[in-house]
């Protein structure tokens, strides 16, 4: 439980300094040596992992002072959070605070800073004279912008299903936090690297090969 809530959360706050990544780099290029130094860097990312760390390790450690008298049957495939907590016989009160007021930071701080990123980045695009200026410009978010629609879709849309519509089917919350959990760790060096000219030109090489097969 402590190293899942402590990997999940650093994946948002590592899609968030992405983005400001992306924003120095195209708003600010005169600047970038400047803003986005390896001493930045390593301080953001060492702050991420800092919190997150600590966060989870808070968390967890308020799970143990529950006790468990009825059924401990954990509708998850791991030992997660929410459905633990609810298992308790005694007073849940904290672990329900702790895990909502940590998921709204978690979730929406970093979303925050994605949306303004990108509000600035688009505001810059559509001031920029040249055409080719602005596809690069694009060229160089897309990647992001696929992971970070990877990542923040199932959990926000179960996230408000459950909020605003009804309750969250087990299976549905399962499904999501798969989602969320798996996708983005497998498809990040895929998507990344197909801006790389020699993996682009094999795996071309590789899909004529396939339709050649195909045809014959």
């Known amino acids: 439980m402590c190293s899942y809530y402590a990997f999940l959360p650093l994946e ?9 990544d992306r924003l120095i780099a195209i708003c600010f290029p ?4 400047l803003l986005n130094n390896l001493p930045i860097m390593s301080s953001l990312v060492g702050l991420t992992w800092s919190y997150c760390v600590l966060m989870s390790t808070c968390t967890t450690s308020v799970i143990r002072r529950l006790s468990f008298c009825g059924s ?3 509708f998850s495939y791991f ?7 609810r298992l308790a016989c005694n007073d849940n009160s904290l ?9 709204l930071v978690n979730l929406f701080g970093p979303l925050t800073v994605i949306v303004l990123s ?22 160089t978010c897309i990647e992001h912008f696929v992971l970070v629609a990877m990542f923040y879709i ?15 089917d087990h299976n549905e919350r399962v499904m999501s936090l798969s ?7 497998c498809l990040n060096p895929i998507i990344y690297s197909l801006k790389t000219q020699a993996i682009k030109k094999r795996y071309l090489a590789l899909l004529k090969k396939v339709k050649v097969g195909n045809v014959g």
């Open 72 to 74: 401990v049957r954990v």
């Open 79 to 85: 030992c997660d959070y929410a459905p633990v907590f």
């Open 154 to 168: 199932p959990i926000i849309v179960i996230f408000l299903v459950g909020l605003y519509v009804r309750s969250v």
């Open 12 to 20: 948002s706050f590592a899609i968030a300094v992405l983005a400001y």
């Open 118 to 139: 990108y509000a600035s980045i688009i505001v810059a695009i559509v001031k920029m004279k040249s055409a080719e200026g602005r596809w690069k410009a694009l060229a």
């Open 179 to 185: 989602l969320a959990s798996c996708l983005p760790p």
């Open 95 to 103: 672990p329900w605070l702790l895990s909502s007021t940590f998921s």
């Open 30 to 33: 005169l600047h970038q040596q």
